[in-house]
């Protein structure tokens, strides 16, 4: 196999910073595991703005499209809020997510045990979790027609439509499958095939490519309204769990506030199989650029870890990588190192986020 081509797009605000310690990982896998990448960097957002005058120039748009993976800092920033909407940083990251196609937003909730006293739930019901979304996200009662705001009769009425197609829906069970194999083999769909039609054909057809291709992983169903409150009480149930763009909207907010900082919060988008099977790709911290904190060196770069981590398993087939990289900030954490975000109690000095890359490459 050729060596796997990696995009890596920092972007703007705390992005830089926190990929810089990214690429210090990068250069341990070939120095340390033979792991060579073909990787490239380019701009997007703010800093693509600032040198072409779009968020994403066409160029950097095409090598997007070939590449394996493509991994993302964050972009946006106070600077850029009087730009006209058509060259706001964040259509730089629209446009990459619709040419892609990225219809499976997947996000993780996963607590490392040195962190559970974090979460506002009980220890024993997070200490250990590694759940994970996978979301619907390019059609459902957001994109559905018809909508709009219309007038009937003296009064308004407010409209959206709720619209899968079987094969929007068999293409993100299929995404669900394929992570569910590469993790505890377990798909839990939800949906509310009580009172939705298109739940009724959510739950036909996700049962329809399990019985055809998939028998292998163990599938069940719950309603979204159960499934919501299942999360809540005992979350390790759940292996993958795949669910319409609402629905997940709601579910990943809620489980990934199980686990605590925003910082330690990582995300993947995937679309179709490229050639070599693999999904196209992109990986990206949940959070945003933080203005507040950017250019200080406080920002917790394992957000974007772990992104790379997510990588390194579904885009590189590495996943026995991906869980050494994992244990290796499991360990720092255990060893109580902190950045800012994770700091509650006093007397403890907050390591900066090149202090925390290095912790995390000596693990
Ligand atoms: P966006 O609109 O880009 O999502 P936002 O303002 O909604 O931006 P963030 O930029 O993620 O959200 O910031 C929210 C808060 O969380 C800020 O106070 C920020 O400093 C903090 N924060 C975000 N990411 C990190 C990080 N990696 N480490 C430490 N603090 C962070
Ligand atoms: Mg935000």
Known sequence: MSTPSLLILPGDGIGPEVMAEVVKIIDWYGDKRGLKFDVSHDLVGG??????????????MARA??????????????????????????????????????????????CFDALADFSSLKKDVVAGLDIMIVRELTSGIYFGEPRGIFKEGNERVGVNTQRYTESEIARVARSAFELARRRGNKVCSMEKANVMESGILWRDVVTE????????????HMYADA???????????FDVIVTDNLFGDLLSDAAAMLTGSLGMLPSASLG????????????????????????????NPIACVLSFAMALRYSFDQGDEATRLENAIEKVLADGARTADLLGEDGVTPLSTSQMGDAIVAA
């Not at 730009?83 to 997510?97: A, N, Y």
Request: charged share 25%.
């Open 47 to 60: 800093a693509a703005y600032d040198k072409h005058g779009t968020p994403l120039h066409d160029d950097t």
């Open 65 to 110: 499209q070939k590449a394996d993976a493509v991994l993302l800092g964050a972009v946006g920033g106070p600077k850029y809020d009087v730009l006209d909407f058509s060259v706001k940083p964040e259509r730089g990251l629209l446009r990459l997510r619709k040419e892609m196609d990225l219809y499976a937003n997947l996000r993780p909730a996963q």
């Open 209 to 220: 490519i399990h019985q055809a291709e998939y028998a292998d992983v163990e599938l069940s």
């Open 227 to 237: 499934g919501a409150m299942q999360l809540c009480r005992w979350p390790k149930q």
């Open 272 to 299: 179709a199989p490229m050639e070599n099977g693999r999904p196209k790709a992109l990986y990206e911290p949940v959070h945003g650029s933080a203005p507040d904190i950017a250019g200080q060196g406080k920002a």
